[in-house]
C-alpha cells in the first residue's frame, strides 16, 4: 500500500499514540485488558504439559524428544499503518511456536520447488529420497503433494514414534490409499521434514534463515531444533532432521 511505514528493524519500530492514526485510546486500552484478564489455561511449564499429554496415550511412548521451554504470560502488540500503538507484556521473549513450524517446512518445500530440487509436487517422494523410508508397495506411492497435504498415510516408524503416536484421536487407524485420506499426523510430518533435509543436503533452518529470515530482516534469536535422536548423517556430516512441530518438544 503507497505511504505505509515498514520498520528496518526491532530496535527502530516507531510508536505512534493511537489518535495520531484515528483510534481510540480507551477502546485500544479495553481490548488490552480483555486480552491481559483471559490467558490461556494451558499451563506454563510446557514440558511438564506436554509430557503430561501424551504419557496417557496408547498409541504413543509418552517420551518427550526435543527441548522445552516454559511459556511467557499475556504479551501482544497493537499496529495500525505498520507503528506500534499499543504494546504490553514480554513481546521480546523467545516462546515455543508449536505448529509454525509446518509453515516453515512449506516455505522451504516451496523453494526447493522453485530451486528445481523437486521437480514436480506429483513426483513420488521415493524418487529423490533412497534412505527406505518410501520402498514398501504402500508407501513408493507418496509423492510430496500427499507430504505437504497431510494425506500420505505413510506406514512406519521414525525417530521411535510410530505413525499411530501421531494421531490426535489416539486412534490406531490402518494406512489408507495414499492421496485419499487427511491426518493431522505429526509423525508424518516429520518425515516431510526428513524428506526435505534429503533434497537441501543442508540443514533447513539454515535453508530458512538464508532464503527467508535474513532477507526480510527477522530477528537472530529464533531457532528451530530438532529430536536428540533425529540426526542424521548427510554426505559425511552429523545433521539434524528438525520437527514440524513441539508435539514431542523442538520445532
Same mark, same amino acid.
Given at each position: ?73 499475556v504479551n501482544g502488540l497493537v499496529l495500525k499503518d505498520g507503528y506500534i500503538v499499543a504494546e504490553w507484556g514480554e513481546t521480546r521473549r523467545v516462546d515455543m511456536t508449536f505448529s509454525v513450524s509446518k ?13 528445481? !530440487? ?5 513426483? #513420488?517422494?521415493?524418487?529423490?529420497? =533412497? *534412505?527406505?523410508?518410501? $520402498?514398501?508397495?504402500?508407501? +513408493? ?54 524428506? !526435505? ?5 543442508? #540443514?533447513?533452518?539454515?535453508?530458512? =534463515? *538464508?532464503?527467508?529470515? $535474513?532477507?526480510?530482516?527477522? +530477528? ?24 514440524g512441530g513441539g508435539h514431542w518438544g523442538g520445532g
Amino acid at each position: 500500500m503507497s505511504g505505509s511505514y515498514y520498520p528496518t528493524s526491532w530496535d527502530d519500530w516507531e510508536t505512534r499514540r493511537p489518535e495520531e492514526l484515528g483510534l481510540d485510546s480507551a477502546m485500544v486500552d479495553e481490548a488490552i485488558h480483555y486480552a491481559s484478564d483471559h490467558e490461556t489455561p494451558f499451563a506454563r511449564d510446557l514440558a511438564r504439559r506436554i509430557a503430561t499429554s501424551v504419557a496417557g496415550k496408547k498409541c504413543d511412548d509418552g517420551e518427550v524428544l526435543g527441548p522445552t521451554r516454559p511459556r511467557g504470560g499475556v504479551n501482544g502488540l497493537v499496529l495500525k499503518d505498520g507503528y506500534i500503538v499499543a504494546e504490553w507484556g514480554e513481546t521480546r521473549r523467545v516462546d515455543m511456536t508449536f505448529s509454525v513450524s509446518k509453515s516453515y517446512l512449506s516455505t522451504c518445500a516451496g523453494l526447493a520447488l522453485d530451486d528445481g !530440487l523437486i521437480r514436480d509436487v506429483h513426483d #513420488p517422494v521415493g524418487l529423490y529420497v =533412497k *534412505e527406505g523410508h518410501f $520402498d514398501s508397495p504402500h508407501n +513408493s506411492k507418496i509423492t510430496w503433494h500427499h507430504l505437504l497435504q497431510q494425506t500420505n498415510e505413510w506406514d512406519g516408524t521414525l525417530w521411535d514414534k510410530h505413525y499411530s503416536a501421531g494421531n490426535t484421536d489416539d486412534v490406531l487407524l490402518e494406512p489408507k490409499e495414499p492421496g485419499t485420506y487427511y491426518e493431522y499426523n505429526d509423525v508424518r510430518v516429520n518425515l516431510t521434514a526428513l524428506s !526435505l533435509l534429503n533434497v537441501w543436503r543442508r #540443514p533447513l533452518p539454515r535453508v530458512l =534463515k *538464508e532464503r527467508v529470515m $535474513d532477507p526480510i530482516g527477522a +530477528s537472530s534469536t529464533w531457532r528451530w531444533h530438532g529430536y536428540r535422536n533425529s540426526w542424521v548423517v548427510m554426505d559425511g556430516l552429523r545433521v539434524q532432521s528438525v520437527s514440524g512441530g513441539g508435539h514431542w518438544g523442538g520445532g
